[in-house]
């Protein structure tokens, strides 16, 4: 994560050129939230910047850094952290505590989304499963244990959900 985020290894490009240019990777925070032993998920709604995705199941929520995140000089750790922050913001109302470490580096060349983005995982720990969506681009949020999300709904998670569930399965933080 050190030299991710050194400032001297990233730059901004236009989104639209990043989306369609495997050559670079969009660095994209994407938090797994979990209380006790149940995860957060939703449904991808049409709202949501990214069609690739639609209606797929999501275990993560996060998104892309943006420019705003630089303000006030930040840059680096600051810069990505910000971003973090901010994107939790728009996307949800946490009514609980929480407690957020890195777990993973999720790098999932098997498909269009994956080629230009590469995920930096959250572990967010929650106290209660108060959460709810401030976006329609997030649909039908919903706590459900690891081995639910592995035998019902494994085949309607998108490929990092996926990665992420597997990961959790056998590591068990």
Not at 43 to 70: C, F, M, Y
Not at 114 to 126: A, E, K, R, T, Y
Not at 160 to 170: F, K, M, P, T, V
Request: proline residues 3%.
């Amino acid at each position: 994560m050190e030299r991710l985020l050194d400032p001297k290894e990233h730059f901004f490009m236009d989104r639209a050129a990043a989306e369609e240019d495997p050559s670079h990777k969009q660095l994209i925070p994407y938090c797994v939230f979990r209380c006790g032993d149940r995860i957060l998920h939703y449904t991808r709604g049409k709202a949501g910047g990214e069609s690739r995705l639609h209606a797929k199941i999501s275990v993560g929520v996060g998104g892309h850094i943006n420019p705003i995140d630089t303000g006030d000089g930040r840059v680096g750790p600051e810069a990505y952290f910000a971003a973090v922050s901010r994107e939790l913001e728009e996307e949800l109302i946490i009514g609980s505590k929480r407690t957020s470490r890195i777990i993973a580096l999720l790098n999932d060349d098997s498909n269009p989304v994956g080629q230009v983005h590469l995920g930096v995982v959250h572990l967010v720990d929650l106290d209660c499963e108060e959460v709810a969506s401030r976006e329609d681009a997030l649909t039908d949020l919903q706590f459900s244990s690891l081995d639910d999300l592995r035998q019902q709904h494994f085949d309607r998670l998108e490929t990092w959900s996926q990665h992420c569930i597997e990961h959790l399965a056998a590591h068990r933080y």
